[in-house]
DNA sequence: CGGGATCCAAGAGGATACTG
DNA sequence: CAGTATCCTCTTGGATCCCG
């Protein structure tokens, strides 16, 4: 099923995967969403399952996850409070997605880490010189 | 195969995903992938197919890709310059995740505007109440 | 043609303090 | 517990001009 050329003009995407990353391409939405597909986890839950993510961001990527309507927000009025975070169905339909990043993450990380430690090396070796060489 | 956790966190990926992200996370770096998937490109023809893209924004995104070794630049040495990127063999690894992405966002872009419009709407009329409702 | 260099505006993101 | 509010810094990204 395509998706016809002026609606992606219409609404600012170019190409579908724009529309893709645009979803999932924050810094920590991936990492959330591949935390809750194993099930629906509280605020601090998340906070302890991703390190290095401050209260702020990690409240700024749920909401606008909630916004795009991947993922559902359950808030127990209660006293301390408690709240629920979980896929929507929509969000459950991006899960391939997830687990097939992830899937490639595990494969690949030594080649990803080895290219970014070779192109290190080279720099310092190297300082400018794209258009002199070969 | 699972990489173990004390290799993730040795190199600041605490997941997988993270990893991944972090390649094809860029702004525009997915979709410079997925126009290389059907074949290389010269840098002005991207351009043209990437509308909305700057010319810093698309050197630069094309430089990171080349450092983590996702993507190979040739250089002819003639006047005018030619330059052309396309996949390495490590970049034609991610093309499933690309292709699942694009399919991804082809079938779910109604879903993603309507609730984004649908979002929109409630926050003009409900200002701020976000623990007082429900 | 395919960039690099520079300047500047906007937004992302961290630290800290406070709250229902 | 699960945020919000504020301040401040650093990075992203656009505009423009120049170069091999």
Redesign the interface.
């Known amino acids: ?3 016809s050329r002026d ?2 003009l219409h ?1 600012g ?13 924050g ?1 920590w ?3 959330i969403l ?1 935390h809750l597909m194993s099930g629906k986890k509280r605020f601090n839950e998340l906070r302890k399952l ?3 993510v401050t209260q702020r961001m990690l409240t700024l990527q749920l909401r606008e996850l909630e ?3 991947i993922i559902h927000r359950e ?1 127990y ?1 209660q006293v301390p ?1 408690k709240v629920e975070y979980s896929l929507s169905d ?1 969000g459950e ?2 899960v ?3 687990e ?10 030594d ?3 080895s ?2 430690e ?2 290190e090396t080279e720099a310092t070796e190297t300082p400018q010189l794209r ?1 002199t ?2």
């Open positions: 099923m395509e998706v609606q992606l609404n995407y170019h190409c579908a995967v724009e529309a893709t990353i645009d979803i999932i391409g810094k939405k991936s990492v591949y991703i390190p290095g916004r795009d309507g808030i009025k409070p929509f339909s991006i391939p997605v997830i097939l990043m992830m899937k490639w993450g595990n494969e690949h990380l080649d990803i880490l290219a970014r070779k192109a258009y060489t070969k």
